[in-house]
């Protein structure tokens, strides 16, 4: 498959969700085992994504040594996975669940094992289902250079997760925990 990300000029206005997390929170979308924020997964991202004003947030990520790439540094597809989780998150904030439809990173500096990662993330826009989003990533720390070490942006489609998933809940390994996704309606 190939495709190109184009954010379209004719987007429909958006509003935060009357249900959004609360700004300066944490957001919390998926269970307890996720990869990318699940507080249980063993060899998780961790990635805590904190609800801004508007339609944006600011999320945290320590580059831990078993996410090594090339010698000392990430693996981009760990980065990629981040990114996917900040920027899918942060579309809650429109009360739309989604899925990823295409992901773009631009990989601008090794990013060190062991240091910090801040990203700031916001909404561009939704045309129907799809939701466009995109997404920066800095080290963080008081030493750390202010440049952006990688940047992306995404397309992800709004989905009614009872449905998109339906078949797969049995596989998980806490089925149970997906019975609460009607915090927020469909798309």
């Not at 944490?26 to 699940?38: N, T």
């Not at 809940?169 to 469909?186: F, I, L, M």
Request: glycine content about 10%; proline content about 9%; hydrophobic content about 40%.
């Amino acid at each position: 498959m190939r495709g190109s990300f184009a954010v379209p000029d004719d987007l429909e206005p958006l509003t935060r969700h009357p249900k959004a997390t609360a700004p300066g929170e944490a957001m919390r979308f998926h269970h307890a085992l996720c990869y990318g924020c699940g507080d249980d997964a063993l060899n998780g991202l961790h990635v805590t994504v904190v609800a801004g004003e508007g339609l944006d947030s600011t999320a945290t990520m320590v580059v831990r040594p078993w996410m090594e790439g090339g010698p000392g540094v990430i693996h981009g597809g760990v980065l990629s996975a981040a990114f996917d989780e900040v920027m899918g998150t942060t579309a809650l904030l429109i009360g739309v669940p989604v899925v990823t439809g295409h992901l773009e990173i631009d990989f601008a500096r090794p990013i060190p094992i062991d240091s910090s990662l801040r990203f700031t993330a916001e909404i561009l826009g939704k045309q129907r289902r799809k939701v466009y989003t995109r997404a920066t990533a800095y080290l963080d720390g008081p030493d750390a250079p202010p440049e952006p070490v990688a940047g992306s942006q995404a397309l992800f489609i709004g989905i009614d997760p009872r449905d998109h998933f339906a078949e797969h809940v049995a596989n998980s390994q806490r089925p149970d925990e997906h019975q609460r996704w009607t915090k927020y309606s469909s798309p």
